[in-house]
């Protein structure tokens, strides 16, 4: 491994997010950090100090970085990888934006008449592969602000989908006629499982998601119930795109815990078996991986 075999720092920065971890020679993760650092709070020419942050945080080690550091938005952009990927043709576009900090490409997808991004998670995705964790020919669903479901083949990320369910569900919150409905938690509640039932029952979500207002205001719903009946009907509408694709019955569902309890919450409620993984192990372990393979 070269520069890398006495240890190094990896970084998944997100939009909003970044989240640093010291890995020493022998792959273990000694230290972290995670603080509201995204890519949107750097302004333009500081990635150099940002990075110098991490490292003083830390430790003077080669950075591993992965998310949307590497897009448009970011410091320095690396280019998507086409459909299908594994983790080896990652590692041959990575991108390096110094000597010692190299910068993992993104996935892309062009099929079926559509159009499609990923990056970040397609570290989680091989990683959860590579640690024998995830199916190599699974389905897996990586619920986010962007949820995605992958369709695995052989190792790789054969064909995926977006889902922009997170985000609408912030956007709801933060600046529909909903938001006053939509402060409360979200609970794998009934509520949530009427919501989940009708959206598979019905495709009429803009319709529904406004009858979420008139129920409370009729009195045929509780106001505390709003928040998991909206998020139910948001991710039952998600899990219904996911369920057209052709796969097997078991789904992987990988990402932070309170994410992954809803949807796996949501796919049972259709009779189909959901495994929740750790997305910190698969990222780990996919970031591990890559590293072994930078000559």
């Known amino acids: ?88 043709k990652l590692v041959d576009a990575l991108v390096w934006a ?48 962007h949820n995605k479901w992958a369709l695995l083949r052989h190792g790789t990320i054969h064909i995926f989908g977006t889902v922009m369910t997170g985000e609408l569900f912030n956007l709801l919150k933060e600046h529909s006629i909903l938001a006053d409905l939509l402060e409360g938690p979200v609970e794998t509640n009934e509520a949530f499982k009427r919501g989940v039932a009708h959206a598979m029952e019905r495709e009429m979500l803009p319709a529904d998601l406004f009858g979420v207002r008139a129920a ?10 709003a928040p998991s009946y909206t998020s139910g009907l948001l991710i039952g509408t998600d899990v219904r795109i996911g369920l057209t694709w ?25 009779g189909r078996q959901a495994i929740e993984i750790d997305g910190e192990r698969c990222f780990l372990a996919g970031i591990r991986k890559i590293a072994e393979k930078i000559s």
């Open 98 to 145: 110094g000597d010692r900090e190299a910068i993992v490409p993104g996935v892309s997808y062009i099929g079926q008449g559509r159009a499609d991004v990923m990056r970040g998670e397609e570290v989680q995705l091989l990683g959860g592969v590579a640690a024998g964790i995830v199916d190599p020919d699974g389905f897996v669903c990586h619920p986010g602000t």
């Open 1 to 88: 491994m070269g520069k890398w075999a006495d240890g190094f720092i990896a970084v998944d920065w997100g939009t909003t997010n970044r989240r640093a971890y010291l890995i020493d020679g022998d792959g273990k993760c000694v230290d972290e950090f995670e603080d509201a650092k995204g890519v949107l709070a750097v302004q333009s020419g500081a990635f150099p100090d940002a990075v110098a942050e991490i490292r003083q945080r830390l430790a003077d080690k080669p950075l591993l970085l992965a998310g949307m550091v590497g897009s448009n938005r970011g410091w320095v952009e690396a280019p998507y990888v086409p459909c299908p990927v594994s983790i080896e």
């Open 216 to 225: 409370v205001l009729l009195g045929q719903a509780s106001r505390d119930d």
């Open 246 to 270: 052709p796969a097997g019955a078991e789904i992987g569902v990988i990402g932070r815990p309170d994410l992954t309890r809803l949807y796996a919450a949501a796919i049972a409620e259709t």
